[in-house]
């Protein structure tokens, strides 16, 4: 190798060790953290949007719009924005033994929680009635469960003791 060689190459190892060598690595290192996460986030951002779809989609629920607010906007914000907050600490470091995983994973526990225990007098509606349909019912609900189990496995992953790996 020449000197010039040797001097670049030395250049990009400098690079390499100022950027941290675990910072280019660690999403490959807890990929299933970094997906679910991610999952989290974006499903929160579908709670958001549900119940606008469900209107162009003709699966409406006649309730009124602080209802909707009440129900999908904020719980889907407050799911996405901490599913975010978890998706990029996932990519910086483990979730097991982060207090702030933990608070962010609760945080979207009790979200999720929300929209399930909204949505469950629409369910029962679709049950006795056929003022509101079981297609209508179904899509209003259907990020409740996946948000909720998400964010339950996000809080025990992080409520674990700290990964010796890290």
Same mark, same amino acid.
């Given at each position: 190798?020449?000197?010039?060689?040797? $001097?670049?190459?030395?250049?990009?190892? %400098?690079?390499?060790?100022?950027?941290?060598?675990?910072?280019?690595?660690?999403?490959?290192?807890?990929? *299933?953290?970094?997906?679910? %996460?991610?999952?989290? *986030?974006? @499903?929160? !951002? &579908?709670?958001?949007?549900? =119940?606008? @779809?469900? %209107?162009?989609?003709?699966?409406?629920?006649?309730?009124?719009? #602080?209802?909707?607010?009440?129900?999908?906007?904020?719980?889907?914000? +407050?799911?996405?924005?901490?599913?975010?907050?978890?998706?990029? @600490?996932?990519?910086?470091?483990? +979730?097991?033994?982060?207090?702030?995983? #933990?608070?962010?994973g609760g945080v979207c526990f009790l979200a999720g929680f929300w929209v399930l225990?909204?949505?469950? =007098?629409?369910?029962?509606?679709?049950?006795?009635?056929?003022?509101?349909? &079981? $297609? $209508?019912? /179904? &899509?209003?609900?259907?990020? !409740?469960?996946?948000?909720?189990? /998400? !964010? #339950? &496995?996000?809080? @025990?992953?992080?409520?674990?003791?700290?990964?010796?790996?890290?």
């Amino acid at each position: 190798m020449r000197t010039t060689d040797l $001097a670049a190459s030395a250049s990009h190892l %400098t690079i390499v060790e100022a950027m941290g060598a675990n910072s280019l690595h660690s999403s490959a290192s807890r990929p *299933a953290e970094v997906r679910a %996460t991610a999952a989290l *986030a974006l @499903l929160g !951002a &579908w709670t958001i949007v549900v =119940p606008y @779809l469900a %209107t162009a989609l003709g699966l409406e629920v006649k309730v009124s719009s #602080l209802v909707e607010v009440v129900d999908h906007v904020v719980p889907g914000v +407050l799911v996405a924005a901490a599913g975010f907050y978890l998706t990029m @600490l996932a990519r910086r470091r483990s +979730l097991a033994g982060a207090t702030s995983a #933990l608070l962010a994973g609760g945080v979207c526990f009790l979200a999720g929680f929300w929209v399930l225990s909204t949505h469950v =007098p629409l369910l029962a509606d679709a049950a006795r009635s056929a003022s509101v349909s &079981w $297609a $209508a019912a /179904l &899509w209003h609900s259907s990020t !409740a469960v996946p948000v909720v189990a /998400l !964010a #339950l &496995w996000c809080v @025990l992953r992080s409520s674990s003791a700290a990964d010796p790996a890290r």
